[in-house]
Nanobody
Framework: QVQLVESGGGLVQPGGSLRLSCAASGTIFSIYDMGWYRQAPGKQRELVATITSGGSTNYADSVKGRFTISRDNAKNTVYLQMNSLKPEDTAVYYC?????????WGQGTQVTVSS
């Protein structure tokens, strides 16, 4: 069983930055593809960014150039650096781990972008 715990969410003004962290336990972290997803009120959960076990990254068009996903396998942690935040980035952000047909989710962390 894989446990994922997100942290780093909060309230930030438009144009500000936040760094989310997701700590994994209960598995060999380095072999999993990791991702960040988000869900805004009344909307479906959507992909934000992913990073493979080999380090390849992929981003939603809406966050390209503003968000950066990275991983530290020694710390069993994946990060999401979010810059130039916009009100439309407001959502609950979820960490995701995938290996084949095994998919695991964290509990989510709230990000609110508002003045």
């Amino acid at each position: 069983q894989v446990q994922l715990v997100e942290s780093g969410g909060g309230l930030v003004q438009p144009g500000g930055s936040l760094r989310l962290s997701c700590a994994a336990s209960g598995t060999i972290f380095s072999i999993y593809d990791m991702g960040w997803y988000r869900q805004a009120p009344g909307k479906q959960r959507e992909l934000v960014a992913t990073i493979t076990s080999g380090g390849s990254t992929n981003y939603a068009d809406s966050v390209k150039g503003r968000f950066t996903i990275s991983r530290d396998n020694a710390k069993n942690t994946v990060y999401l650096q979010m810059n130039s935040l916009k009100p439309e980035d407001t959502a609950v952000y979820y960490c995701n781990a995938q290996l084949g047909n095994r998919v695991y989710w964290g509990q989510g962390t709230q990000v609110t972008v508002s003045s």
